[in-house]
């Protein structure tokens, strides 16, 4: 597992809501027995409740997908399913959403 590996969410509770998460936890806790992930959700990035810079819009293969920051929450690594891509291409504006959640900026 690393930092921002994208998972199926396997779920069934979540699933069709967001079939995907995104690993963000740092690859230096990877000893932990959780990770620390962000639900990933199908869109076109013009919902009415995107923040721009805290929901920011990624692609997987013809998929747009919508990182939904404000939910993240950590979850056993047990839990994930098979890893189908990595969104390590867009790590700026990752870091930026997850630093505008914790700081405001």
Same mark, same amino acid.
């Given at each position: 597992? !690393? #930092?921002?590996?994208? /998972? +199926?969410?396997?779920?069934?509770?979540? +699933?069709? +809501? /967001?079939? /995907?998460? @995104?690993?963000? #936890?740092?690859?230096? @806790?990877?000893? @932990? =027995?959780? $990770?620390?992930?962000? =639900?990933? +959700?199908?869109?076109?990035?013009?919902?009415?409740?995107?923040?721009?810079?805290?929901?920011?819009?990624?692609?997987?293969?013809?998929?747009?997908? &919508? *990182?939904?920051?404000?939910?993240? *929450?950590?979850?056993?690594?047990?839990? @994930?399913?098979?890893?189908?891509?990595? *969104? $390590?291409? #867009?790590? *700026?504006?990752? &870091? !930026?959403?997850?630093?505008?959640?914790?700081?405001?900026?």
């Amino acid at each position: 597992m !690393a #930092q921002f590996d994208i /998972y +199926r969410n396997e779920n069934p509770a979540t +699933r069709s +809501r /967001y079939p /995907y998460v @995104l690993d963000i #936890q740092a690859e230096l @806790l990877s000893e @932990l =027995p959780t $990770r620390l992930v962000v =639900p990933r +959700r199908d869109g076109t990035g013009t919902e009415p409740w995107i923040v721009s810079r805290l929901h920011p819009v990624l692609k997987l293969g013809d998929n747009t997908l &919508i *990182a939904v920051f404000s939910e993240m *929450a950590a979850v056993p690594a047990s839990i @994930l399913g098979n890893k189908v891509g990595d *969104a $390590r291409v #867009q790590r *700026a504006d990752l &870091i !930026a959403a997850m630093d505008l959640l914790v700081t405001g900026f």
